[in-house]
């Protein structure tokens, strides 16, 4: 059987201590088969984003290592910061690569989930692919309230956690596993520090007030630049690209009179997507991935393997 | 030591019969050790482009015998198209990939012209960095006045060939032997019949009339289709960027009033190409090829060998 290979992309709150962030991901980069791909720590969400790929076992041992070090060691009732988040360890999405299915990524999360939950304490909520309750699906209605509201809430039977008792972790609040497609993050900065801007045009680009679909966004401020941010993530890269969005933002943003300043690629992001946009702004007709050298090197060094 | 890794671009002069095209590329099909990367054979350029990759003595294997096939099937002298050419297998540059320096590719560019002279009594110029007069480094040089002209100039001294007689192969003229930096081969078709608007943006464009440093162009008519194409080579494109070539073009075409219809990028291109004028589309802050998953696994994989 060919290798199976996963994505992963734990979301921790810690943005802003150096030795902590460094302390979270040396499992990753200490343990044999998983691949330390990125990792990005912003100061203004306090929070960072981590990308893994590598074999189901590997990975999932190096993050119960990273996990145990981010709840002893982040506590959420000290956190502030730009991005939503219910729990020190905030999200862990497991993402189908290569010779793995969507299904067997499902499964792969509840198992990791309950093995987490025992060794950690934190309760779990599945989420996307892996919610066990519809509702749950979208990541959104897991983290209403934040840890702030969820702490108030939880005892609510329909806030009740997927696995555990309907009660927070005192300091590491809960974490949300699921399994979903691959996943683009995808910030524009805009030149205006009104962060009613950013919320006005976040509504009209995202798919949940009528925007574009497989679109989700935020408004936020980027208080020390003196900016603000539409914060977005295309959740099916293959059904709406990365320049469709950067373009219906400029165009919003022209009301205003507010220029994109800068955009920003957060974490890793498949080929496609990138060539996608390089050809809707160079009209390159006919281009395929495998004039790409690089690509077809990785093809053929596949093959011999 | 690590294996050697080199890129070659032979161009043959026919574009039109596909029965000649598919009897020169098989040796590279054929041959291990060398990757046929691509090859596009263009019926109004009547020419072919093919990229081959792989180790130094392989490939050259491969070209002597794909350079045997054409050497036999084209003439010359019933040979037109929209592409300056002086030869049957009109040039072969050697292209450094990995491991493998710009010096020991003109060795080979020498050596490979030696030994293709005595297999197929075609006379031999070396051009850009494998030139042994410093005015050959100049493609175009060598190739003024076509096979055409070459034909009646060849015996005067300032246009004997490096390698053979000074006299053309009777059907299979001569051929430019060079060694190089990776070029980008990449056309722009502007949406009118006029060729004379092809020639004078290809003029504004390239670095000889005093446009872009690098950049190589000429206007073509693309007869079938009614349009016309500025046709350009980057041959550093670490130094001019697609994008800057491409937004040159469009705001020259404005001038009359011609879109832009679409872009061909010919043959391959290395991903860093691509992904500086996405940045610029994107205004992209801080972006790195090692966020691009492919990329990431390339390297993990060249490692692990």
Known sequence: MAKQLIECVPNFSEGRRPEVIEAIVAPF???????????RADADHNRMV?????EPAPVQEALIQAATVAVSRIDLNRHEGGHPRIGAVDVIPFVPLRNITMEACVDLAH??????????????YFYEEAALMPERRRLEVIRKGQYEGLKKDIQKPERHPDVGEPELHPTAGATAIGARKFLIAFNVNLGTDDIGIAREIAKKVRASSGGLGHVKSIGLALKKRGLVQVSINIVDYEKNALYRVLELIRM???????PVVETEIYGMVPAAALLESTAYYMQTADFDASQVIELRLLEMLGDEK
């Open 252 to 258: 919003e943003a022209k009301r205003w009179g507010v």
């Open 111 to 124: 198992e990791f989930g309950r093995r987490y939950h025992l060794e950690t304490g934190v309760p779990v």
């Open 29 to 39: 980069r200490e343990r044999k088969g998983c691949a330390l791909l990125d990792y």
């Open 50 to 54: 981590v990308s893994l790929a590598g």
